[in-house]
C-alpha cells in the first residue's frame, strides 16, 4: 500500500526510536508531525532533518498526562495538515528520572507506580481516544503502538517499567477491536535498544546478560523496529498483533 501524501503523529518524535520513526515514514512520502514534551530543541533537529530531505514535517507538543494538551496537539496537526491517517504511540518512561534498585518496593512508590502508569498506558489510550474520529475518517486509519518483548516472555520482568510496557500489547487489542473495521491497530514490541531512553543507564552486565540471551547474539535495532511500524502501516488485513522485536531473545 502506497502511504505518501499520509499524515502521522508520532509521540515521543524527538527521542532515538521516535526520529527513525519519523524519518522512516518521512522517506515514504508521509508529512510527520514530531510529538514531544519537553524536547523541543531535539524535535526542531528532526523536523530540519526532515526538511533537508525535501520532507514534509511539523513539531506538536503535548504531554501524555494531560488530556486537554493531548487534544490540543491533535486539533494542531488536523489544522495544519488537513487530516490525520497514522498514530504511532511511542513516547514513553523508563524510569522516570528515579533511581530504585531491582526489587525495592518500598523505593518503588505507589506515587511512581502512576507516574509510570500514566505516562507508559493511560497516555496512549489518551492518544489514540482523542485521534480516533479522525483516523476512522481517513477511512484507511493506522495505529502502531510502541510497546515491549517484555510482554512476551518470562525474563527481564524485573525492571520498573515492564507493568506499564508491557501492558500495551493488551492495549493494542483492545483498541483493534473498539477501532475496526475502520481502523487497525497493532504493536511492535522491541527488546534491549542500545541509544534510547528505554535501553540506557543499565550496568554493563545487564546488557551483556541480554545479548547472551538472544539467539543472534545482538541487541535491538532500532531501524528495524522503525522498519516494522512503517509495514504495519502499509499492511491493510493486520489488525490486533504484536510483533517482537527483539534478537530473539523471546520465541512466541
Not at 487534544?71 to 488536523?78: I, M, N
Not at 504511532?88 to 526489587?103: K, Q
Given at each position: ?33 514530531i510529538?514531544?514534551?519537553r ?36 486539533s ?32 518503588f ?18 492518544v ?5 474520529k ?16 517484555l ?8 525492571r520498573?517499567?515492564?507493568?506499564s ?17 475502520d ?57 490486533g ?12
Amino acid at each position: 500500500m502506497d502511504i505518501s501524501g499520509a499524515v502521522a503523529l508520532v509521540t515521543g518524535g524527538s527521542g532515538g526510536l521516535g526520529s527513525r520513526i519519523c524519518s522512516f515514514l518521512a522517506n515514504e512520502g508521509v508529512m510527520v508531525a514530531i510529538g514531544y514534551h519537553r524536547g523541543e530543541e531535539r524535535a526542531n533537529a528532526v523536523k530540519e532533518d526532515i526538511e533537508v530531505s525535501s520532507g514534509s514535517a511539523i513539531t506538536a507538543q503535548l504531554d501524555q498526562m494531560d488530556p486537554a494538551s493531548i487534544d490540543k496537539a491533535v486539533s494542531h496537526v488536523v489544522a495544519e495538515m488537513g487530516s490525520l491517517d497514522i498514530l504511532v504511540n511511542n513516547a514513553a518512561i523508563a524510569m522516570g528520572g528515579h533511581s530504585i534498585e531491582l526489587g525495592d518496593l518500598d523505593a518503588f512508590t505507589p506515587e511512581i507506580w502512576d507516574e509510570m502508569m500514566a505516562v507508559n498506558l493511560r497516555g496512549p489510550y489518551l492518544v489514540a481516544r482523542a485521534a480516533a474520529k479522525h483516523l476512522r475518517a481517513s477511512n484507511w486509519g493506522r495505529v502502531v503502538n510502541i510497546g515491549s518483548t517484555l510482554g512476551h516472555g518470562d525474563w527481564y520482568q524485573d525492571r520498573q517499567f515492564a507493568p506499564s510496557k508491557a501492558a500495551i500489547i493488551p492495549l493494542t487489542r483492545f483498541l483493534a477491536a473498539s477501532l475496526a473495521p475502520d481502523v487497525t491497530v497493532n504493536c511492535v514490541a522491541p527488546g534491549l535498544m542500545v541509544g534510547t531512553e528505554l535501553g540506557s543507564g543499565g550496568a554493563q552486565e545487564l546488557f551483556d546478560g541480554w545479548r547472551n540471551r538472544s539467539a543472534l547474539n545482538c541487541f535491538t535495532s532500532v531501524d528495524d523496529v522503525a522498519g516494522q511500524v512503517v509495514y504495519l502501516c502499509k499492511a491493510s488485513s493486520i489488525t490486533g498483533q504484536s510483533i517482537g522485536v527483539d534478537g530473539g531473545v523471546h520465541f512466541h
